[in-house]
C-alpha cells in the first residue's frame, strides 16, 4: 500500500514567495500540501504531483458566519484533504460536536477529512489503557465510520513540536485501536522527521505521516518521501 505524506505547515511560511518555493521541493505524488489559507489558490497553481489541503474548515456552507470557510469553497480551490480537529485547534476551543459537524460537511462537499485524535501528556503516563479510553471517546461519533473519504491522524499532543515523537510500537497499537473503532487508514503525526519516519512507516497499521515541523525544510521532506516511498 502507498504511505501518504501530509505537509502540514500550519500557520507558515508569511510570504507567498516562501511558500511558492516550498511547495516546488515538496510536489510528489503520495504528498499532500497544507499551506496557510491565503496560499492555496497559488500552491493549486504550482503543484504537478501533489494533493492539496486546508488546515481547517466551518460546517455550514455559506452564511453570515464572519472569519470561517465554507467547504464548497475549499472544494472549488482544489483542496482535497482538510484536517479538522488539529489538537492546536482544540486548544482554542473546538468540541467533539463541533469537529465532527466539520467532518461530515467535509465529506459531504466531496474532500476527504483527515480527523485528529490524540491524548495530552497526562493521560499517557496512566497507561495504554487510559490513552484507549481517552481516543476512544474522541472517536465515539464515528464507531462503526467506513468513509473512503476519512482518515484518523494519530497525534499525541505531547508529541506534536517538542521533538519526542512517540515510540512506533506504541503508535501502532494505538493504530489498531482506532480501526477497531473506524475501519479507515490512520496515519501517526507528532515530532516526525527523516531519522524516524522509517520506524513508523514500517508499520502496517500505519498508513502515512502527518508532517509539522519537518515539512518546512524541503530537503528533509524530500528524504521522507524516499523513505515512504521504498517501506
Ligand atoms: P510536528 O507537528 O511534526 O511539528 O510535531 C505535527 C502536527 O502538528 O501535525
Same mark, same amino acid.
Given at each position: 500500500m502507498k504511505k501518504i505524506l501530509i505537509a502540514n505547515w500550519k500557520m507558515n511560511p508569511v510570504s507567498e514567495k516562501e511558500a511558492i518555493k516550498l511547495a516546488r521541493a515538496e510536489d510528489f505524488r503520495n504528498a499532500?500540501?497544507?499551506p496557510p489559507f491565503p496560499f492555496l489558490g497559488t500552491i493549486k497553481k504550482v503543484l504537478k504531483n501533489a494533493s492539496l489541503g486546508a488546515q481547517n474548515v466551518?460546517?455550514?456552507?455559506?452564511?453570515?458566519?464572519?472569519?470561517?470557510?465554507?467547504?464548497?469553497?475549499?472544494?472549488k480551490l482544489g483542496v482535497k484533504y482538510i484536517i479538522i480537529g488539529h489538537s492546536e485547534r482544540r486548544a482554542l476551543g473546538e468540541s467533539d460536536i463541533m469537529i465532527a459537524r466539520k467532518v461530515?460537511?467535509?465529506? @459531504?462537499?466531496?474532500? %476527504?477529512? /483527515?480527523?485528529?485524535? =490524540?491524548e495530552p501528556l497526562s493521560v499517557r503516563k496512566k497507561g495504554s489503557a487510559e490513552v484507549k479510553k481517552y481516543?476512544?471517546?474522541?472517536?465515539?461519533?464515528?464507531?462503526n465510520s467506513k468513509s473512503k473519504d476519512l482518515i484518523i491522524a494519530y497525534e499525541p499532543i505531547w508529541a506534536i513540536g517538542t521533538g519526542?515523537?512517540?515510540?512506533p510500537e506504541d503508535a501502532a497499537y494505538v493504530?489498531?485501536?482506532?480501526? @477497531?473503532?473506524?475501519? %479507515?487508514? /490512520?496515519?501517526?503525526? =507528532?515530532s516526525t522527521n527523516s531519522k524516524n519516519a522509517e520506524y513508523f512507516l514500517i508499520k502496517k497499521e500505519?498508513?502515512?505521516l502527518l508532517v509539522g515541523g519537518a515539512s518546512l525544510n524541503g530537503k528533509e521532506f524530500r528524504k521522507m518521501m524516499e523513505i515512504a516511498k521504498r517501506v
Amino acid at each position: 500500500m502507498k504511505k501518504i505524506l501530509i505537509a502540514n505547515w500550519k500557520m507558515n511560511p508569511v510570504s507567498e514567495k516562501e511558500a511558492i518555493k516550498l511547495a516546488r521541493a515538496e510536489d510528489f505524488r503520495n504528498a499532500v500540501i497544507v499551506p496557510p489559507f491565503p496560499f492555496l489558490g497559488t500552491i493549486k497553481k504550482v503543484l504537478k504531483n501533489a494533493s492539496l489541503g486546508a488546515q481547517n474548515v466551518f460546517y455550514e456552507e455559506r452564511g453570515a458566519y464572519t472569519g470561517e470557510i465554507s467547504p464548497v469553497m475549499l472544494k472549488k480551490l482544489g483542496v482535497k484533504y482538510i484536517i479538522i480537529g488539529h489538537s492546536e485547534r482544540r486548544a482554542l476551543g473546538e468540541s467533539d460536536i463541533m469537529i465532527a459537524r466539520k467532518v461530515n460537511a467535509a465529506i @459531504s462537499a466531496g474532500c %476527504v477529512a /483527515v480527523l485528529c485524535v =490524540g491524548e495530552p501528556l497526562s493521560v499517557r503516563k496512566k497507561g495504554s489503557a487510559e490513552v484507549k479510553k481517552y481516543i476512544g471517546r474522541q472517536l465515539r461519533i464515528f464507531k462503526n465510520s467506513k468513509s473512503k473519504d476519512l482518515i484518523i491522524a494519530y497525534e499525541p499532543i505531547w508529541a506534536i513540536g517538542t521533538g519526542k515523537n512517540a515510540n512506533p510500537e506504541d503508535a501502532a497499537y494505538v493504530a489498531r485501536y482506532i480501526r @477497531s473503532i473506524v475501519r %479507515v487508514p /490512520v496515519v501517526y503525526g =507528532g515530532s516526525t522527521n527523516s531519522k524516524n519516519a522509517e520506524y513508523f512507516l514500517i508499520k502496517k497499521e500505519i498508513a502515512g505521516l502527518l508532517v509539522g515541523g519537518a515539512s518546512l525544510n524541503g530537503k528533509e521532506f524530500r528524504k521522507m518521501m524516499e523513505i515512504a516511498k521504498r517501506v
